[in-house]
């Protein structure tokens, strides 16, 4: 988690809504040179399942992430590298949770 935060860009080059609602979700995509980074909040005091699709970001058919998000409860996280994950992509959040994930393209 450290190595993520001391590497994210200050500017960006591309910014994206892909998914969001007031008060309940948001998932962004921003883009610094090769790399995405899609952050997503669960604005919600129930947990939730955020839903958004990838297609607006022309990644390769199957592209392999690093993937920060909640874990069992509100004091864990789970980390996983190397996460396949489609064009439509589901992350369940607890309450008031979220996620990030770093794609770097080839």
């Known amino acids: 988690m450290k190595q993520l935060l001391s ?27 090769n790399t995405w980074y899609i952050a997503g909040i669960n604005g919600k005091d129930t947990p939730a399942i955020l839903r958004f699709s990838l297609q607006r970001l022309s990644l390769p058919q199957q592209t392999a992430v690093l993937f920060i998000g909640d874990g069992t409860d509100e004091k864990s996280f789970r980390i996983e590298k190397n996460l396949s994950i489609g064009k439509e992509t589901e992350v369940p959040c607890l309450a008031r949770g979220g996620f990030v994930m770093q794609i770097t393209l080839p």
């Open 7 to 33: 590497t994210l860009p200050t500017t960006w080059d591309d910014t994206r809504l892909l998914s969001g609602y007031p008060g309940e979700h948001a998932v962004l995509a921003r883009k610094k040179g």
